[in-house]
Every structure is written in C-alpha cells, then in structure tokens.
C-alpha cells in the first residue's frame, strides 16, 4: 500500500526568507505526484504536479518541487515567501490507475511572519 | 465560472437525522469523489464514481451513501447521522488517465452533527 509522510505539521518562518517543505512517499514503482493549498475555509487549489521527466518541477506563484526517486521524496519550495502564502499545504500522490484515488499526507500548516 | 460547487456550504444537523450533501461540477469529468478532512490531517475518500449510476466505496464508507445521477452531480447521503461525522466534506471531480490525474475540488461542506 501507499502512503505520504510529511515529517513537519507546523513551519513558520519570516517574509522573505526561502522555504522548504518536505514530504516522502511510499510506492511500489514511479508515483505521479502533487502539491495542493488550501487557503483558510477554501478547498484544495493544484500547485503543481510531476507525472514524469526533468525531476524539477514549477508551479504557481514561484513554488517549485523536486523529485528524487532514490530518496522517495517531493519536497516543495520556494526561494522567498510572502504573507499570503500561509496556507495548509498537502503532499499527495496518485498511483497509475483509473480510479484516480489519491493518497494525502497529513499536511503541513505555514505561518508566514511579516 | 467555479467549476466544482457544493450544498449546502455549512449544515447543522441532528443524531439520528437524514443528511444529504451535493456536489455539481462542470468538468464534463467521468470520475467524482467525496472526501472528509478532520483538523491535522489530510483528505480521507469515502465514495467515489465512474460515472452516472456507479458508486464505488473509498477507504471509509462506513455510515455513508452515495449517489451519481449524472455526469454533473454526486451526492453524499448519512442516513443516521452521528457526531463522529462532524467534519469539512470535501467533493472533487478528475478524468483519470485522459486528462491527467490530478483532481479539482470544491469549496467543501462544514457539517456539524449535534
């Protein structure tokens, strides 16, 4: 079975300074893989996705993802954040099937300090 | 213009009583999914479908119904509500395989069950 761990629930850090959030999957093979946002009382907003390729993915808004697959990992970032980016952002991975049924890590909440 | 709506947005409801939540995309999406997220963690399915007249059970139907009457709307029904199913509801649709697995959701249902 499959599954996404993202180790940090909670990461704050100043306006301005770069970011990193990470996540590890669990899969037997090559996983697509995405990043979502959910905005306070909004539903969940794609931020990018990697299906296969440049192991460098971009995104909206300047986030960028990296997949490594000796490392099982599909960490997020972004090289300087803003306030409006605090947001609850989840890991989650899809495997090669049509019933298109995801598996979400836990979350990570970003509290961006102005 | 908001592809994937949902109804009613908020709902108090009663033990015991009957609760139906809806969902209306605009995707022209084969495939549609409900979800409950609980504070600190990720999106858990509990229905989903292939298109008008299947339901298939996620990972936790357990107390839930669904129903698909056609390609636009999906229904999430709790015959016997309880207050473990105080949650956010969250609908989404895809077309896995064709267009891409990633999924578009709606603004989600807060239901509270007293």
């Known amino acids: 079975a499959q599954s996404v761990t993202q180790p940090d629930a909670r990461v704050t850090v100043s306006e301005g300074a770069s970011l990193q959030l990470r996540c590890k999957y669990s899969?037997?093979?090559?996983?697509?893989l995405f990043w979502y946002v959910q905005y306070p009382r909004q539903g969940l907003q794609l931020l990018l996705k990697?299906?296969?390729?440049?192991?460098v993915v971009q995104g909206v808004n300047g986030f960028e993802a990296e997949f490594s697959k000796s490392n099982s990992s599909f960490h997020l970032r972004k090289a300087s954040v803003h306030w409006s980016d605090s947001a609850v952002y989840f890991c989650?991975?899809?495997?090669?099937?049509?019933?298109?049924?995801?598996?979400f890590g836990d979350g990570t909440v970003l509290t961006v300090k102005p | 213009e908001a592809a994937v709506t949902q109804s009613p947005r908020n709902k108090v409801a009663v033990t015991g009583g009957k609760v139906t939540l809806s969902c209306n995309q605009t995707?022209?999406?084969?495939?549609m999914y409900w979800y409950r997220q609980d504070t600190g963690h990720g999106l858990r399915l509990i229905h989903y479908?292939?298109?008008?007249?299947?339901?298939e059970k996620g990972d936790i139907p357990d107390g839930y119904k669904a129903s698909r009457p056609s390609q636009e709307n999906f229904s999430l029904i709790l015959e016997l509500a309880t207050p473990s199913q105080t949650s956010v509801y969250f609908c989404?649709?895809?077309?896995?395989?064709?267009?891409?697995?990633?999924?578009?959701f709606g603004p989600g249902t807060r239901l509270t069950v007293l």
């Open positions: 989404a649709s895809g077309e896995p395989g064709l267009g891409g697995y990633e999924q578009y």
């Open positions: 899969y037997s093979g090559t996983p697509y």
């Open positions: 990697y299906y296969s390729g440049d192991p």
């Open positions: 989650v991975l899809s495997p090669h099937t049509n019933t298109g049924k995801l598996t």
């Open positions: 995707n022209n999406h084969n495939n």
């Open positions: 479908s292939y298109g008008a007249g299947s339901t």
